[in-house]
């Protein structure tokens, strides 16, 4: 388990980082009024909007707190979503390959010798069903946060790309840290 996060001072990147597998992280220095919306942010326990141009440090801030709060372990508690025109606010929660579980669930029939199968229940369906669920980068965050009883980095990235109403249909999520999975 990890430990609670440090309060971030924005001092750890000072120089290069590089870490155990090679990456280095880039020096980055935080202007202090940064530092300290980072600090409220973690504090009031809600999320932190960062709006700027392209290149001017918004993912590397990101990256810079994880590894401030979680050393070289950073990449266990750093979550990136990149957001592209297409996606939807589900894909960072979780998605579900219905496809498969259809596919799997022809063959199975399929290959049953006496042509019968006894029904699952329904909770040997929702466990099956684990299966085909795939966590997003908030549902991993989420999951992190729950199982190691600490705040991780999750950074939504070029959220300006998405549907309009993207924003919006995370609303739920990021004010209570949740969401309900129906297939399972």
Same mark, same amino acid.
């Given at each position: 388990?990890?430990?609670?996060?440090?309060?971030?001072?924005?001092?750890?990147?000072?120089k290069p980082?590089?870490?155990?597998?090679?990456?280095?992280?880039?020096?980055?220095?935080?202007?202090?009024?940064?530092?300290?919306?980072?600090?409220?942010?973690?504090?009031?326990? %809600? =999320? #932190?909007?960062?709006?700027? !141009?392209?290149?001017?440090? &918004? @993912?590397?801030?990101?990256?810079?707190?994880?590894?401030?709060?979680?050393?070289?372990?950073?990449?266990?508690?750093?979550?990136?979503?990149?957001?592209?025109?297409?996606?939807?606010?589900?894909?960072?929660?979780?998605?579900?390959?219905?496809?498969?579980?259809?596919?799997?669930?022809?063959?199975?029939?399929?290959?049953?010798?006496?042509?019968?199968? %006894? =029904? #699952?229940?329904?909770?040997? !369906?929702?466990?099956?069903? &684990? @299966?085909?669920?795939?966590?997003?980068?908030?549902?991993?965050?989420?999951?992190?946060?729950?199982?190691?009883?600490?705040?991780?980095?999750?950074?939504?990235?070029?959220?300006?790309?998405?549907?309009?109403?993207?924003?919006?249909?995370?609303?739920?999520?990021?004010?209570?840290?949740?969401?309900?999975i129906p297939?399972?």
């Open positions: 388990m990890a430990d609670q996060p440090k309060q971030y001072t924005g001092e750890k990147l000072k980082v590089k870490l155990p597998d090679g990456e280095i992280l880039a020096p980055y220095l935080p202007d202090p009024r940064l530092v300290e919306a980072v600090r409220y942010a973690h504090a009031l326990g %809600r =999320p #932190l909007l960062l709006k700027g !141009e392209p290149g001017c440090g &918004k @993912t590397l801030l990101a990256k810079a707190v994880a590894h401030e709060w979680f050393d070289d372990q950073y990449r266990d508690y750093y979550f990136e979503w990149p957001v592209k025109s297409t996606s939807k606010a589900a894909d960072g929660r979780y998605v579900f390959d219905y496809i498969a579980r259809l596919r799997d669930a022809h063959l199975a029939k399929s290959w049953d010798p006496a042509g019968q199968q %006894r =029904p #699952l229940t329904e909770a040997e !369906e929702r466990e099956h069903n &684990k @299966t085909y669920r795939h966590f997003g980068a908030l549902g991993l965050a989420f999951l992190v946060s729950a199982i190691r009883k600490t705040t991780p980095v999750v950074l939504i990235d070029e959220i300006d790309k998405a549907d309009i109403d993207f924003p919006n249909d995370l609303l739920l999520e990021l004010d209570q840290m949740r969401f309900d297939e399972t």
